[in-house]
């Protein structure tokens, strides 16, 4: 899908204050507020838009601890991978999981409160998830840049 530089503009703004008035995006992105407010639709229709929501602070809400988990499975057929998927999928502490080429299978990032409740949470539930032949933790000491917004070239450099 290719996007014009009016949906740019207000995707970039969007995801900057997702609890923009619609007056204000238009002023924001040089249109006036009708046709702005069917644009936003429409990019809510073609799901360009997922959904809006608040950003938390995973620390004040006691989320501590956040690791990156490599994992392979020891089958790679299609069933034992979509039963690994919906396992994982319905983990609580497992914030993120990707299918991944290379020496891993799949990364799955998971937070939690601090080390024990991590070590408890790796041992009894994500060593015992289906078909896992091997899993490395890997912890992050320190947030750099997390995920704030898409690029959308040249407006959001």
Known sequence: ???TRAE??????LQQEGRITNQELAEKTGMSASPCWRMVRKLE?????????????RKKIGLNVMVFVRVIIDSH?????RKFEQEVI????VVACYSIGGDSDFLLQV???????????AMSVVRRLPGIKEMQSMFV????KSL???PLGKESR
């Open 1 to 3: 899908m290719s996007l």
């Open 8 to 13: 740019i503009k207000i995707l970039a703004q």
């Open 45 to 57: 229709h073609d799901e360009v838009i997922q959904g809006y929501r608040a950003v938390l602070n």
């Open 77 to 81: 057929s299609e069933t034992q991978a």
């Open 90 to 93: 319905a983990l609580q502490n």
């Open 111 to 121: 937070v939690a409160a601090d080390l024990d409740s991590y070590a408890d949470f």
């Open 141 to 144: 000491l320190k947030e750099i």
């Open 148 to 150: 704030s917004a898409w």
